[in-house]
C-alpha cells in the first residue's frame, strides 16, 4: 500500500477518536462518541494489517483471540463498583504493550537477540546508525528508552494499584527514604537510559532499565493509600498515553502520537482536579503522609456526650416532611453496594412530595466519577447528581441530609479550623443544612486520620450500622407513613 | 529530521487539543473517560502488529510483539466494551 494513503487513512482514525472524546462532553452524545472511536480503532488496525508485506499470523491471531477473550470477560463481569480495579489493570496493560513494543523494537534494530537466557546481558556490537541515520538514530533510541522506562513503571505501579484496591495489599511499604529513594532509583534508571543511548550494544543496560522501572513503578505506588487512588489511577492513565505516545516516536507513526497525548493529557487533566479537590500537591499525594500538623485531636472531646443517634424509623419521620433532601454518597455506599436501595429511599421520599438531589464531591469513591457512575447503574438520572460547587450554595435550604459513607469530605475542620492537616480542602458544606443524617458503622474516623466535628452537632442524627440496611430499613418506615 | 520535526509538531498540537477537550468534560462522565481512554492507549496494537506479525524477525521479537498484542487488544476490546456499558447507564432515563 502506498505510505501516504496510510498516513491518510491514520488521520481519519485519529480524528475519529478526537469525536470521540468530543462526544464525551455531554452524556447524550456520549455513546456515539464511543461508537466513533471504536471505528477509529478498526480502520487503522486494518491498514496496518494490509500494510504489511510479509505476515506471520501465528501470533498476530494468538494474541488478538487471548485479548480478545480476556478483555471481553473483564468488560462484560466486572461490577460498577469495582471499575477502579478495572481501569487500574487496562492502565498497566497500556503500560505493559508499550513497553514489549519498545523492546521488540530495540531487539529488531539490534539485528540480534539473546539465544538463550544466560547470554541476555552479553553486549553486542552496534552503533546508533542502526537505528536511523545521525541525530534520527540518537533520538530513537532515545524514544526507546523512555518508553521502556514509563512503561515498565506504568505496568507493576499499576499492578500494586489494583492489588490495593482489591485489597489484596492493605499495608503500605515504601523505599527508606521516601521521595530521596525514588529519586535516586530515577536518576538510576535515566543514566541506564543515557548508556543505551551512547552505545545501543549495552544491552546489560537495556535490561537494567526494565528491571529499575519495574521495581519503581512498585515503589512509588506502595507507600499510598486507598483514598489517594483516585489521584493515583489518574496519573497512571496519563502515564499509558504518555508510553504510547512516545512509541509513536519509535516507530514515526502519527496516529499513536495524536492517540497517545490525548490520553496523556486526560491523566494529566483528571489527576489536577483531584489533587486540587483534596487541596493537595501531586508531590505531597505522591510522597507525603497527612501528618497531624498542629496539636493532636482528641476524638472523645469531640465527640464527648454530643453525639445525638438515631433509628431508621425517626429518620423516615423527618424525612415525610421534608420539602428538599441531599444525599451525599461515599465510598462507603460502593463498599455496601448499596446504591440500588439508595435510588428506592429516593423514590419513596420523592413519593411523599419532596425534592431529592445528589451531592458530589470530586473525591468520592477510588476514581474520578466512581460515585456517578454507581448511581447511574441504579437508574438515577444524571441531571440529579450535583457537583460540588452547584450543591454547596443549596445546603442552607435543605432540610435533610443524609450522608451514606462519605466522611473527610463533610468534615467541617477542614473550612473552620485552620492548622488542621485537612484545612483548606474544599468540603461539601452539609452541616448547613436543618438535618443532617449520617449513616456509619461506627464513630471511626476517615482516611485522614481526623475525628468530625459534624458527627457531635446539635442538628446531626447518626444512624449506626450497615448502610444497605440502614437504607433499605428507612425506605421501609417511610412507604409504611 | 524534516520528519521528526512534523512528528513532534503533531505531538504538540495534540497535548493542547487534548487540553482543550478533556476540561469540557463533565465530572459526572470521568469514569467512562477513564476507561475510554484507555481503550484509545490501545491504539498501540499498531505497533505491536508490526512486531508481532512481521515475517522473518527473530522469535523473540515476535514474542515481545505477541504479549504487546495480547495486552493492547485486552485495553481495547475491555476499554470500549465497559465504557460502552458505562455510557448505555447514563442514557437511560
Not at chain 1, 4 to 17: E, H, M, Q, S, W
Not at chain 1, 199 to 222: S, T
Not at chain 1, 353 to 368: K, L, N, S, T
Not at chain 1, 426 to 453: C, E, Q
Amino acid at each position: 500500500m502506498n505510505e501516504n494513503l496510510v498516513n491518510f487513512i491514520y488521520l481519519i482514525a485519529g480524528v475519529l477518536f478526537i469525536l470521540g472524546i468530543k462526544g464525551l462532553t455531554k452524556p447524550k452524545t456520549a455513546v456515539r462518541g464511543n461508537i466513533l472511536s471504536a471505528l477509529g480503532m478498526l480502520i487503522a488496525v486494518v491498514v496496518t494489517l494490509l500494510n504489511m508485506n510479509t505476515i506471520d499470523y501465528t501470533y498476530v491471531i494468538a494474541g488478538v483471540v487471548v485479548g480478545s477473550i480476556v478483555g471481553s470477560i473483564m468488560a462484560l463481569r466486572i461490577q460498577m463498583t469495582s471499575m477502579p480495579q478495572m481501569v487500574a489493570l487496562l492502565n498497566g496493560f497500556g503500560g505493559g504493550a508499550s513497553l514489549t513494543i519498545a523492546l521488540a523494537e530495540y531487539y529488531t534494530k539490534l539485528g540480534t537477540t539473546p539465544a538463550s537466557f544466560a547470554e541476555l546481558l552479553n553486549p553486542v556490537v552496534a552503533d546508533s546508525s542502526a537505528f536511523g541515520p545521525g541525530p534520527e538514530g540518537t533520538i530513537a533510541l532515545v524514544a526507546i528508552g523512555m518508553t521502556v522506562l514509563i512503561g515498565a513503571l506504568t505496568l507493576t505501579g499499576s499492578l500494586v494499584a489494583f492489588a490495593k484496591l482489591q485489597e489484596l495489599m492493605k499495608k503500605s511499604y515504601g523505599l527508606p527514604g521516601g521521595p530521596v529513594g525514588n529519586a535516586l532509583f530515577v536518576i538510576a534508571a535515566l543514566v541506564a537510559v543515557a548508556l543505551v543511548v551512547v552505545n545501543p550494544g549495552n544491552v546489560a543496560a537495556m535490561v537494567a532499565v526494565v528491571v529499575l522501572a519495574l521495581l519503581l513503578g512498585l515503589f512509588l505506588v506502595m507507600p499510598i493509600g486507598g483514598a489517594d487512588m483516585p489521584v493515583v489511577i489518574a496519573l497512571l492513565n496519563s502515564y499509558s498515553g504518555i508510553a504510547a505516545a512516545f512509541a509513536g516516536f519509535i516507530l514515526g507513526n502519527t496516529v499513536l502520537i495524536i492517540a497517545g497525548s490525548l490520553v496523556g493529557t486526560s491523566g494529566l487533566i483528571l489527576t489536577r482536579i483531584m489533587c486540587v479537590a483534596m487541596n493537595r500537591s501531586l508531590a505531597n499525594v505522591l510522597f507525603g503522609k497527612m501528618a497531624a500538623s498542629g496539636e493532636i485531636i482528641d476524638a472523645d472531646e469531640v465527640y464527648a456526650g454530643k453525639v445525638t443517634s438515631a433509628q431508621p424509623d425517626e429518620v423516615a419521620m423527618l424525612l415525610e416532611n421534608a420539602q428538599r433532601v441531599v444525599i451525599v454518597p461515599g465510598y462507603g455506599m460502593a463498599m455496601a453496594q448499596a446504591q440500588h436501595a439508595v435510588r428506592e429511599l429516593a423514590d419513596a421520599i420523592e413519593a411523599k412530595g419532596a425534592e431529592v438531589q445528589y451531592g458530589i464531591h470530586p473525591v468520592a469513591g477510588r476514581m474520578p466519577g466512581h460515585m456517578n457512575v454507581l448511581l447511574a447503574e441504579a437508574e438515577v438520572p444524571y441531571d440529579n447528581l450535583v457537583e460540588m460547587d452547584r450543591i454547596n450554595p443549596t445546603f442552607e435550604d435543605t432540610d435533610v441530609v443524609i450522608v451514606i459513607g462519605a466522611n473527610d469530605v463533610t468534615n467541617p475542620m477542614a473550612r473552620d479550623v485552620e492548622g488542621s492537616p485537612i484545612y483548606g480542602m474544599p468540603i461539601l458544606n452539609v452541616d448547613k443544612a436543618k438535618t443532617v443524617v449520617v449513616i456509619k458503622r461506627s464513630l471511626s474516623p476517615g482516611f485522614a486520620g481526623l475525628p468530625n466535628p459534624l458527627f457531635a452537632m446539635d442538628h446531626t442524627l447518626m444512624v449506626y450500622g450497615d448502610g444497605k440496611k440502614a437504607v433499605v430499613d428507612m425506605t421501609t418506615a417511610l412507604n409504611q407513613l | 529530521m524534516d520528519i521528526l520535526i512534523l512528528l513532534l509538531a503533531l505531538f504538540v498540537l495534540s497535548l493542547f487539543l487534548g487540553v482543550e477537550l478533556i476540561t469540557k468534560v463533565p465530572p459526572t462522565l470521568h469514569t467512562p473517560l477513564m476507561s475510554g481512554t484507555n481503550a484509545v492507549s490501545g491504539i498501540t496494537l499498531v505497533g505491536a502488529l508490526l512486531a508481532a506479525g512481521n515475517d522473518g524477525s527473530p522469535m523473540m521479537v515476535n514474542v515481545l510483539g505477541f504479549i504487546a498484542v495480547t495486552l493492547a487488544t485486552i485495553n481495547v476490546i475491555g476499554g470500549y466494551l465497559v465504557t460502552n456499558r458505562m455510557l448505555a447507564m447514563f442514557k437511560r432515563k
